[in-house]
């Protein structure tokens, strides 16, 4: 499945991947890269827990799975990191018990807060969350 025409917006500026950025992908769809038009350079992709990230992309259908994820997800990004949670839309008829909202309120309870979503293909919508910049040491 190539989606990389799905929106006028390239994909990389949606999600804020920059050049350098060290980001890590969990669960992500196998066409995944097919949907990049303008891959920023240097981007290093590392599946390891120790190394900071810039970004994170993490797919996901099942709520407790993130339940379970995202405070570990939030321990490996950089203070000013971000985390992109993505989940099905409703009308790819994927079953799922993510929804936005409870994304966001388990964002909430583990100290995170969402500041952008976006359409990442037909099948796939993104929260984008962050560490609040009071909260930033």
């Known amino acids: 499945m190539k989606t990389a025409g799905y929106s006028a917006t390239p994909l990389a500026k ?48 099942n709520a407790d799975d993130l339940r379970r994820d995202i405070p570990l997800l939030k321990r490996e990004i950089e203070t000013n990191g971000m985390i992109w949670i993505s989940w099905p839309k409703k009308a790819s008829k994927i079953a799922t018990d993510i929804t936005e909202d409870i994304i966001r309120d388990l964002a909430l309870s583990n100290g995170l807060v969402d500041i952008k979503v976006c359409a990442i293909d037909e099948i796939w919508s993104g929260l984008k969350l962050v560490i609040p910049v009071k909260d930033r040491v």
């Open 14 to 61: 949606k999600l804020g991947m920059k050049e350098g950025f060290t980001i890590r992908l969990a669960g992500q769809p196998a066409y995944y890269f097919d949907l990049f038009e303008d891959m920023p350079l240097n981007i290093q992709i590392r599946d390891d827990k120790e190394t900071a990230k810039n970004l994170i992309h993490y797919f996901t259908k």
